[in-house]
């Protein structure tokens, strides 16, 4: 049967019908929203390359915080900008660094009302930038999990909710998980950065944390780009060694990965639409060349539609207030 008898049009004919026809809608309380806390910053630090953001200093995550779950996204992560860094990355595990804090004072103020999730890796403590240990110019695999495992531990025992090891290395979600567990946080979750790709989309990000590594590149942790059957393996070695969530890193050149993520695993899966995503609509949007709202909604529900049940995404705080004007 086809035309005449089929007309698609049919239900595309008003508001309402389009409407109640619709399948797929973001929805804030599917949002997590990023925060940068800077240990050195006496004011909020603009961030030139992701504008509308701002580097915080400990005092005003609260208030962003505040201003979040009042747009109803209930989620943030939450990344450290050190004011000492060193080989080991040894703030980042430190009992009074300053994701440690952020995240008391946070669960102070917002207690359960609030999901806190932090970033696990090195790369924002560490003087060379890379996300782990480094020898002779290697990034050591096995020497990292123990560091990862004790700033797991820390963000934990200072009231995370879930850690996202986002370093890439092999056996981090297994290592974390053990350390978790026998520390006695048998019920703070991870969400896995599984499936990350070594991008140019995070140029921004490592402006605002000051994490570019200092020679080479990421790519011999993170993945190649032109690999999907990796991503794969990457996934279920991950939902094997306990992730409570799966992330697929960046999300919209990675839409099929997403997919995939959601049709082969029973899990949850995150999309992390990175900062370079958020940059490249801020920048067309101030040039007048896009549509700037209809373009976050037209993109981050294309990020869901692709499977992703959670996003992390810069626009978080912005979305609530445009989605009844759809
Ligand atoms: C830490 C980390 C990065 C991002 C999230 N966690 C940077 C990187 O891997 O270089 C990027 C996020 C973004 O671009 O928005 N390793």
Redesign the pocket.
């Known amino acids: 049967m086809g035309f005449p008898t089929v007309r698609m049009r049919r239900l595309r004919r008003t508001p309402a019908l389009r409407d109640m026809t619709t399948t797929v809608r973001v929805h804030p309380s599917n949002l997590v929203y ?1 925060i940068f806390v800077d240990e050195n910053a006496k004011a909020p630090v603009p961030i030139k390359s992701l504008p509308g953001y701002s580097r915080l200093p400990l005092d005003y995550v609260t208030d962003d915080a505040r201003k979040t779950l009042e747009q109803g996204v209930k989620a943030v992560l939450l ?1 450290g900008i050190p004011s000492k860094r060193d080989e080991t990355g040894s703030s980042a595990f430190a009992d009074n660094g300053i994701v440690q804090n952020a995240i008391r004072k946070l669960k102070n103020e917002f207690d359960d009302e609030l999901v806190v999730i932090t ?1 696990v ?4 403590y560490t003087s060379h930038g890379h ?1 782990g240990i480094v020898k002779d110019k290697e990034i050591l695999n096995d020497s990292t999990l123990e560091f990862l495992q004790k700033m797991a531990v820390s963000h934990a025992e200072a009231g995370a909710d879930i850690v ?1 090891p ?3 290395m092999d056996g981090q979600v297994r290592f974390i998980r053990d350390a978790l567990d026998d520390s006695g946080f048998s019920q703070v979750g991870i969400m896995a ?1 599984s499936a ?1 790709y ?2 140019c ?6 402006e ?2 000051e ?3 200092s020679f080479g590149d ?1 790519k011999c942790y ?1 993945m190649g780009y032109g690999n999907s059957d990796e991503a794969l393996r990457e996934m279920e070695l991950d939902a094997n060694e306990g992730a409570d969530i799966l992330m697929v ?2 999300a919209l050149p990675y839409l099929d990965i997403i997919q995939l993520a959601k049709s082969n695993f029973g899990l949850p899966v995150a999309a ?7 940059a490249m609509v801020k920048a067309a949007a101030q040039m007048g060349w896009i549509d700037e709202k209809a373009a976050i909604l037209e993109m981050l529900t294309g990020i869901k539609r692709a499977g992703a049940d959670i996003i ?1 995404t ?1 626009f978080a705080k912005d979305v609530e207030s445009w989605l009844n004007q759809l």
Do not use: T
């Open positions: 990023p990344f970033d890796c090195l790369c924002e996300c996202a986002s370093s890439m950065y990350k070594a991008s989309f995070y140029g921004p990000f490592r605002a944390a994490s570019k590594p990421r993170q890193k960046p992390y639409n990175v900062s370079g995503e958020y992390i810069y």
